[in-house]
Nanobody, 120 residues
Framework: QVQLVESGGGLVQPGGSLRLSCAAS????????MTWVRQAPGKGLEWVSD????????YYADSVKGRFTISRDKVKNTLYLQMNSLKFEDTAVYYC?????????????WGQGTQVTVSS
């Protein structure tokens, strides 16, 4: 079955960097677009970024554009989110999700999430 396991979260100071990873298994990773979504404390889900199946097309929320970079490794079946210049408002649980065939943004399976806390 589909399994998505996020890692790489933690506590970081403002201005710092983290790289999140999402290890995928149970499906042909290279055939699917992938997405990062986050949920800040007390708030709803926020789309962060997505990448097409081939890795050549990426999209970012305005709130992270220029600071975050999404990428994927088809050999390691892993999705990444490089986060630089982190801000307090980036504090959230970050989830990776497998896109379903069809319109962009149709999400299927989700990982369990990894906590990112930006604090001084």
């Amino acid at each position: 079955q589909v399994q998505l396991v996020e890692s790489g979260g933690g506590l970081v100071q403002p201005g710092g960097s983290l790289r999140l990873s999402c290890a995928a298994s149970g499906f042909t990773f290279s055939n699917y677009a992938m997405t990062w979504v986050r949920q800040a404390p007390g708030k709803g889900l926020e789309w962060v970024s997505d990448i097409n199946s081939g890795g050549g097309t990426t999209y970012y929320a305005d709130s992270v554009k220029g600071r975050f970079t999404i990428s994927r490794d088809k050999v390691k079946n892993t999705l990444y989110l490089q986060m630089n210049s982190l801000k307090f408002e980036d504090t959230a649980v970050y989830y990776c999700a497998k896109d379903e065939p069809g319109p962009r943004g149709l999400l299927g399976s989700w990982g369990q999430g990894t906590q990112v806390t930006v604090s001084s």
